[in-house]
């Protein structure tokens, strides 16, 4: 007997009642619609997968894979053939109930086995949706038979649309307790603070609350255009925007940050007024009878002397501040020709928390004396060349150069002035009386005569009040250098000092120069008591540093060398090593006894 296996595909929608061309399970035979021919099934022949369900995404490849046993060799007598059969593409496949065969027979190697293995791989169609797979095998007396029912495995394909890929937006709620919408280092989240999610045409998309350090988070997004906003509360402030417009493309959209800051209330606020009075006794007290001055300017100036504010008095010398915070302040007048304030004309005041009131200004009218003819006192700074203190031919003036002029009596500053290009200088319209003539002192200059003058002014200008003065003249400080180093007990001869060797008192170390710039050097020391040397003060250049041997010691390392010096240098640890003869003796004292 001829045996076919024949593989074919049957796709379809898992629907109810749908009819197959072939057999079915339990038939007896199997007939070929293409041919008319009619095939007895063989109970014998058997077929499995290694699948039985598989989800794929459209147009994915995927492999099955076929095993079947119970067919015939071609060797068997009576002679028979194993086919094998199987679809390698999807292209005929509909969704509407239909029977698939394939196209192409492949047939396996000849002769081939009545029992083996094989593989199909296929592309899943376009169409989204559920299909079966049917893997059957038939009997017929040739291999050239269209496909026949018999036993067979079913192979659920599923095939489904890919998962679009979803993304999420993020931030955080911080207290922005500097206000400047920024989160700043130091600065905290906001926990259970309510963040809403809409979409691009405002309906709600999705809500959620801050975490303990301020963190939210809208999860599994699709890509597309969103609006988060924050809630609002009592006691914040919001330092940004508290809507974002956001925009979801290919990636998860973070620090999505809401800053708010707490609202402080602002303190209350409080008046201060007074009364600009024509004191007209002069006696700096408001008595019956004196009355306001009006437009009279007064200023409101805070502790640091900057003015914040400005007013004048009304008909009545009335005038108010309003609206001042709590603080110290100071509250000026305005001096005008024609009055003597009769009381302070700048006064401190502390607002707390209560209006300040009768802040007032006492002024009396001024009886003007007829004036009193007035002079001048001038003169001229000197760059005083040779420091004899006269003012030689020659000698220039020194411009702006710092001249004051003092009440002789209390030492107070009456005026101060800066020296012209050639050096003079004036005080004008000065009343006759004692004063001190005094210069400023500065760095690089020395004065040739005295830097203080007394000027008595009778009935005429007092000049050639004249300063001396002639440059300094620093030399440069002078750079030294050292040379410094110890001598060591090297007691094991090994060229540098180890842990318990010790420096050696008393030993001479010389110092000699040996280029033009130092060989005027040559110097000589001794050790201390650690063993320390140091020849300090010395030009830059090279050097010789020799020790002087002594008994009972030899070198252990160079007794001379080579030290060169720049400026500024302290060349340090040129060292001397010593190893004592005694350590360099072998033990004999077992040997004599």
């Known amino acids: 007997m001829k045996i076919k296996l024949a593989i074919a595909v049957l796709v379809a ?5 749908t009819s197959m061309v072939g057999a079915t399970p339990g038939q007896t035979q199997s007939c070929d619609t293409g041919t008319g021919g009619c095939h007895a099934l063989s109970s014998s022949i058997s077929v499995t997968t290694n699948i039985t369900s598989i989800t794929v995404s459209p147009g994915q490849s995927f492999a099955v894979g076929i095993s079947w046993s119970g067919g015939q060799n071609s060797s068997t007598s009576p002679a028979g053939t194993t086919e094998v059969n199987w679809p390698t593409t999807f292209s005929t496949i509909t969704r509407d109930n239909t029977l698939f065969n394939p196209t ?37 007396p040739t291999a050239t038979g269209g496909p026949d029912g018999t036993n067979f495995k079913d192979i659920n394909v599923i095939v489904a649309a890919p998962p679009v890929e979803t993304f999420n937006i993020s931030g955080f709620k911080i207290n922005d307790t500097n206000g400047n919408g920024v989160w700043d280092a130091g600065e905290m989240g906001i926990e259970n603070w309510n963040i809403k999610l809409f979409n691009n045409s405002g309906t709600p998309v999705a809500s959620t609350s801050t975490n303990a350090q301020g ?7 699709m890509p597309d255009r969103y609006n988060v906003t924050e809630e609002m509360r009592t006691g914040f402030t ?10 979801v493309e290919n990636m998860d959209v973070m620090n999505v940050n809401f800053t708010n800051q707490v609202t402080v209330p602002p303190p209350q606020t409080f008046n201060i007024s007074g009364f600009k009075i024509n004191d007209t006794n002069g006696n700096g007290v408001w008595d019956a009878g004196e009355m306001g001055i009006g437009n009279w300017k007064i200023m409101l100036l805070n502790d640091t002397g900057v003015q914040l504010a400005n007013t004048s008095t009304n008909a009545s010398g009335f005038y108010q501040f309003m609206n001042i915070f709590p603080g110290n302040y100071n509250v000026a007048e305005e001096m005008k020709t024609g009055f003597t304030s009769t009381n302070a004309t700048s006064m401190p005041v502390t607002v707390e928390n209560m209006d300040v009131m009768n802040v007032n200004f006492t002024n009396q009218i001024t009886v003007t004396p007829p004036p009193t003819a007035t002079f001048n006192i001038s003169g001229f700074k000197v760059n005083d060349t040779n420091g004899n203190n006269v003012w030689e031919s020659g000698e220039m003036g020194i411009e702006n150069w710092n001249i004051r002029l003092l009440n002789a009596t209390t030492g107070t500053q009456i005026a101060s002035t800066s020296t012209n290009a050639s050096g003079f200088y004036q005080f004008m319209n000065l009343a006759p009386g004692v004063y001190n003539v005094t210069e400023e002192m500065r760095a690089g200059f020395t004065p040739s005569g005295a830097t203080f003058k007394v000027v008595t002014i009778e009935n005429m200008d007092v000049t050639d009040v004249d300063f001396l003065n002639h440059i300094t003249v620093t030399p440069p400080p002078s750079v030294t250098n050292t040379i410094s180093g110890f001598k060591i007990n090297d007691l094991n001869g090994n060229g540098k000092q180890d842990a318990g060797e010790e420096g050696l008192p008393g030993w001479n170390i010389r110092l000699i120069g040996i280029v033009p710039e130092t060989v005027s050097i040559n110097m000589e020391t001794t050790t201390d008591d650690k063993g320390f040397y140091s020849f300090e003060n010395l030009p830059a250049g090279k050097y010789l540093v020799v020790e002087t041997l002594k008994g009972g010691y030899v070198p252990s390392g160079s007794p001379v060398l080579v030290v060169t010096l720049e400026n500024g240098m302290n060349s340090m640890n040129n060292n001397f090593m010593n190893r004592p003869v005694s350590s360099l003796i072998p033990d004999l004292s077992g040997l004599l006894k």
């Open 13 to 17: 929608l898992i629907l109810a009642g």
């Open 104 to 140: 192409l027979r492949i047939p396996a190697p000849s002769p081939a086995g009545a029992s083996g293995t094989t593989s199909s791989v296929l592309t899943a169609p376009a169409a989204v949706g559920n299909y079966i797979v049917r893997v059957y095998t038939s009997s017929g």
């Open 215 to 221: 963190f939210y988070q809208f999860t599994n997004l």
């Open 238 to 247: 919001p330092t940004n925007a508290t809507t974002k417009a956001i925009i």
